[in-house]
């Protein structure tokens, strides 16, 4: 059964309260379009390098305004609302960088922690620890839909192909990739990951993602995506600001894609052994 999907593209600020309401507007945007699954970036909550500033307005799942405003939507829209990520307080003191499907009737179906920190030190000068103040999640889904099998990822963990092949093993047939790629790694590597992962697995993907210079100082890269099994982008946003895209989603294009290429068929288990190479006086055996 195919379906419209949406990849809404942010531009988060600091005050989750605003980063809701632009939320709202958008989701109802893509709605409005026909969208019966809508995505929103990673972090769409709150975009906030200052950590003591962030924990301060950090709230837990039960009282945080992204998830009860994702939940309403869903409701409102009669849709599957699916908040790419947002920040979440946990009892230790650290937070979950966490991910929410809601379907129709308002209920989580599915929450997703990203599981890869992004702890990198780019030519820029931009050096980031995630995992200094987040807690890394441990457990990939896959998730049985109405319209489809659908796998989860966030950001950072596009770049980590064995989570995306062992959903599709799994059967996933959509991958979700939300994401706040920074501008300089986004330039050289965004769409060539996303569309790899779509091919290497026969899979589509969604990724919506925040773009443009922010109220913390940063810039990410934007141009959200919705890219088909065979690589093909099927929409795709600009470099700045907000914006929703809109595709149809056929789920019988992926298994018309393993028919062509059945790599997940055809893969084998193999050994990998270490050897020798030139030596001391010779060429080794």
């Not at 003591?52 to 409701?75: C, N, P, Q, Y």
């Not at 702890?119 to 000068?125: F, I, P, Q, T």
């Not at 047939?173 to 990951?193: D, N, S």
Request: net charge negative; charged share 20%.
């Amino acid at each position: 059964m195919s379906f419209k999907a949406a990849a809404v593209q942010m531009c988060s600020g600091v005050d989750p309260a605003k980063n809701a309401a632009a939320m709202a507007r958008l989701v109802r945007e893509a709605a409005a379009q026909g969208a019966t699954y809508v995505q929103t970036p990673e972090m769409t909550g709150m975009l906030q390098r200052d950590r003591a500033a962030a924990r301060a307005v950090l709230a837990d799942e039960a009282h945080d305004i992204i998830v009860k405003t994702g939940s309403e939507l869903a409701v409102e829209l009669g849709i599957h609302m699916h908040v790419g990520s947002t920040a979440i307080a946990l009892a230790d003191g650290k937070i979950a960088n966490r991910g929410f499907l809601f379907g129709p009737d308002g209920r989580i179906l599915n929450r997703y922690d990203k599981i890869h920190m992004f702890d990198v030190d780019l030519d820029n000068g931009e050096r980031w620890r995630e995992s200094a103040a987040y807690t890394a999640g441990s457990e990939a889904r896959v998730l049985s839909l109405p319209f489809a099998e659908m796998g989860f990822a966030i950001c950072y963990d596009v770049r980590f192909p064995a989570l995306f092949r062992a959903q599709a093993m799994a059967g996933a047939e959509v991958m979700t990739v939300p994401a706040a790629f920074t501008k300089q790694t986004g330039e050289a590597h965004w769409e060539i990951l996303l569309r790899a992962r779509a091919i290497e697995n026969g899979v589509f993907v969604i990724a919506a993602a925040q773009a443009g210079r922010h109220e913390d100082g940063r810039e990410t890269f934007g141009h959200s995506m919705i890219i088909d099994p065979w690589g093909t982008v099927l929409a795709s946003a600009g470099a700045t600001g907000a914006a929703v895209i809109v595709a149809e989603i056929d789920p019988a294009a992926v298994k018309a894609a393993h028919d062509k290429i059945p790599n997940l068929r055809n893969g084998r288990e193999f050994s990998v052994e270490k050897i020798a190479g030139a030596v001391a006086g010779g060429v080794a055996a």
